[in-house]
């Protein structure tokens, strides 16, 4: 599969020359796939998947010679990766900062968790999560929220899903309602107006994303996106029963995330501890979650499994089952390719260990917070027994 830079790159050249880049993608994947050879082929041939409001973008970016917009590019890219690692270093508490000192550096080539290459894939995803969680930080911070609303509003331009997001301030703010409303309707309807503005684009761009299903089974980790390609691979329909998969998943889910939220609000979880599960719980969200939206998480789901493991074990045994768990999953991911050449079984790994890791940090901080409940229903019993002395 190319490199997504290279893929953006030969859109804008599409462009300087009077094409369309959605038509010229989706003639170049089904002549590939009309080949004989191609299912042997790695390098399939990936179209541009974003939304016809990124031409204009692109347009304006190609007037400028090609070692300025490709050096400004890999600028923000690399602000973008290590934004999210700045983020959950500071989420860390006490002790954890020195540790989690050491793994920062590393977190960018394990996604998830798991080793892979995605760094390298040059994905617009890295600039656009670096922007929301960089504003969100100062969201939680100063309570400004502006500015989040706009990198939000502005990432789902190229991702419609990136609206998910918005569920950020609902989750750990108060009075955020009515922008998060206004914001997730402006979104809707620069998505939908389209139609209307680049009728041809927007039709050529519906075509690319049903290819992306079809062809390179590209349904994400996510419970409902791995149950369409287990029904794709098998001839069946996949679209109604990956809504109803979604909503039976995602409702649950967000009405956890909600209690804990009110929880969090009431005073008794800390900001740092709600930050890692919140964000993992809301990319979760997602109905397609891809190894690259998954790479902002790596060092906040590293937080969440220490957590879990250090509330009920010690600080030895807790550093050998975290140790213990990486391996897990990295040695089950080396030595399920060879009879993966799909990624399917990869997929399900990583979709594995991220469904585990919200789990566990949801189990915590239920238990923390009944903690928190009984130690306030105790306290006045004690000052009872203390008055009853005196």
């Not at 967000?254 to 900001?271: D, I």
């Not at 109905?287 to 493991?309: C, G, H, I, S």
Request: glycine share 8%; net charge positive; hydrophobic share 55%.
């Amino acid at each position: 599969m190319d490199c997504d830079a290279k893929l953006y790159l030969r859109a804008l050249h599409s462009l300087q020359a009077g094409h369309d880049p959605f038509a010229d993608g989706i003639a170049s994947v089904l002549s590939y796939h009309d080949q004989p050879t191609a299912h042997l082929d790695a390098r399939a041939p990936y179209p541009y998947a974003y939304s016809p409001f990124t031409l204009p973008l692109l347009r304006v970016i190609g007037r400028f010679p090609a070692r300025i917009f490709i050096s400004g590019y890999w600028l923000f890219y690399g602000a973008g990766a290590i934004a999210p690692i700045w983020l959950a270093m500071g989420t860390t508490k006490g002790k954890e900062r020195r540790y989690f000192a050491f793994l920062a550096p590393a977190a960018a080539f394990f996604p998830g968790l798991i080793q892979e290459s995605t760094l390298m894939s040059g994905n617009i995803a890295y600039i656009l999560y670096g922007s929301i969680f960089f504003t969100a930080y100062f969201g939680w911070r100063r309570g400004q929220w502006g500015w989040f609303y706009l990198a939000t509003l502005a990432a789902s331009c190229f991702k419609i899903p990136m609206l998910v997001f918005l569920a950020i301030p609902l989750l750990s703010a108060r009075k955020q309602w009515l922008p998060t409303g206004v914001t997730a309707a402006s979104g809707v309807g620069l998505f939908a107006v389209q139609l209307w503005i680049w009728p041809s684009y927007f039709h050529n761009y519906l075509h690319v994303l049903n290819l992306i299903f079809l062809y390179f089974r590209d349904f994400g980790v996510a419970p409902a996106g791995l149950v369409s390609r287990a029904l794709l691979d098998q001839g069946l329909a996949f679209s109604a029963v990956g809504i109803v998969c979604f909503a039976l998943f995602a409702l649950p889910m967000f009405c956890m995330l909600f209690y804990l939220s009110r929880q969090f609000l009431a005073g008794k979880l800390s900001l740092e501890q709600w930050i890692p599960v919140m964000l993992i719980g809301v990319m979760f969200l997602n109905p397609r979650v891809q190894e690259y939206d998954l790479a902002p998480l790596t060092l906040l789901m590293a937080l969440v499994v220490w957590r879990t493991l250090r509330s009920f074990t010690s600080p030895i045994w807790a550093v050998v089952s975290c140790v213990l768990f990486f391996a897990a999953a990295n040695i089950s991911a080396v030595l399920i390719a060879p009879i993966d050449p799909g990624f399917f079984y990869l997929k399900c790994i990583q979709g594995t260990v991220l469904a585990g890791v919200f789990t566990s940090g949801c189990w915590n901080l239920v238990r923390q917070t009944r903690e928190a409940r009984q130690e306030e229903i105790a306290l006045p019993e004690e000052l009872l027994v203390l008055e009853a002395g005196d």
